[in-house]
């Protein structure tokens, strides 16, 4: 069992920023990639910024410039920093972690967190 616990969510006006943490704890041999997706009421869920063990990051066009993941893999945690903040970044952020563990062997699997809620306010 993998668990990913998020935190940082909350509520901030345009401009404003956040930091979101995930800490991915369990039986886990090793990561491979983490990163934050956003769902917001009535759309997909998209994937707003990866990173890879070694560092590799990827973002949303909707979000460059304006966030930061970055993690330390000493303590299986990725962050995403988020400045500037503006109405249409308000969502549901899930942390998703693709680790490989001990389950019949050793195996990759995608694990979510709980989700955290982000309000921008106009």
């Known amino acids: 069992q993998v668990q990913l616990v998020e935190s940082g969510g909350g509520l901030v006006q345009a401009g404003g920023s956040l930091r979101l943490s995930c800490a991915a704890s369990?039986?886990?041999?090793?990561?491979?990639?983490m990163g934050w997706y956003r769902q917001a009421p009535g759309k997909q869920r998209e994937l707003v910024a990866g990173?890879?063990?070694?560092?590799?990051?990827n973002y949303a066009d909707a979000v460059k410039g304006r966030f930061t993941i970055s993690r330390d893999n000493a303590k299986n945690t990725v962050y995403l920093q988020m400045n500037s903040l503006k109405p249409e970044d308000t969502a549901v952020y899930y942390c998703n972690c693709n680790a490989r563990v001990l389950s019949n062997g050793w195996k990759n699997y995608d694990y979510w967190g709980q989700g955290t809620q982000v309000t921008v306010a106009s």
């Open positions: 369990g039986s886990i041999f090793s990561i491979n990639a």
């Open positions: 990173i890879t063990s070694g560092g590799s990051t």
